[in-house]
Structure formats: structure tokens, C-alpha cells
């Protein structure tokens, strides 16, 4: 496997836009993939040249997040598998998607729960401002 990179936090296109304040639904495939690099920025300095980057971003938005949202199952290239330690990985010889749904529904809980906690606390001046603009008339 190369590399695993959702040892924590899922992306969330939708955070990603209430984190920028944001309302804009245009471009959602952007927004998924801005929100990955916007959980996971060790991604842009991973092992990945900037191509294969764009290939796992690219298959994470067709074959996972379009799969599931508008059909129901993942397409062609993704698996769903206990096995992996990570919650999603990507083979690069392949080109195909592992997912561990037990990991992933913890990190996405995970994730949330700091985030709220983050907004509670005050910690992120900025994301505070950008939740309250998405709320705002």
C-alpha cells in the first residue's frame, strides 16, 4: 500500500466550505478535494508526485464519494475491507481505493467532535467567524 493518509480525519467538502464560510455549492468535486488537502496537508509533501496526487484525489470523488452519494456503493477501483490499519488507503499500482469503514466512521466522529469543540472553545478565531458567516443571512 502507498501511501495511507485517513489515519485520522475523513474530508468533508461541506466542513470545507462552512470552515471558508463559503455557501457556493458550485464545483463540488473542488470542494472535496480542497477539503482532503485542508484535513490531511501532509498530503502535499507525501511521496505522491503531484499527478498521482491528483489521481487519488480524482478517484476519491468519481469511484467513493460519487459512488456512495449517487448510487449507493462504491464504483469500479474501490473496496471495503477490515483489513487495512488506515481508514483509507490507495494502491498506486493499481490505482485502486481501500477503505476500512470500521476506522472511518470513528475518525469522522473524531473529527467533528474537535471541530465543535474548536468552536466552543474559541481556539480558531477564524474558524468561528466562518461558521457564523455560513449561518448568517
Not at 509533501?45 to 478517484?59: A, F, W
Not at 467513493?64 to 469500479?76: F, L, P, S, V
Not at 490505482?95 to 476506522?103: A, K, L, Q, R, Y
Request: proline share 5%; with cysteine; glycine share 10%.
Amino acid at each position: 500500500m502507498n501511501p495511507p493518509f485517513f489515519r485520522g480525519d475523513p474530508p468533508f467538502s461541506t466542513e470545507t466550505r462552512l470552515a471558508e464560510g463559503s455557501k457556493g455549492h458550485s464545483d463540488a468535486g473542488k470542494w472535496f478535494k480542497k477539503g482532503v488537502l485542508r484535513v490531511h496537508p501532509s498530503m502535499k509533501s507525501s511521496s505522491l508526485s503531484q499527478g498521482d496526487l491528483d489521481k487519488l484525489l480524482s478517484k476519491l470523488w468519481r469511484a467513493t464519494r460519487c459512488g456512495m452519494y449517487h448510487a449507493g456503493m462504491t464504483r469500479e477501483g474501490v473496496y471495503l475491507s477490515g483489513e487495512p490499519s488506515d481508514a483509507v488507503s490507495f494502491h498506486l499500482a493499481s490505482g485502486t481505493v481501500i477503505i476500512n469503514p470500521h476506522i472511518l466512521v470513528r475518525t469522522i466522529r473524531g473529527h467533528f467532535e474537535r471541530m465543535i469543540g474548536d468552536l466552543k472553545v474559541g481556539k480558531d478565531a477564524t474558524l468561528q467567524r466562518s461558521f457564523l458567516k455560513w449561518f448568517a443571512g
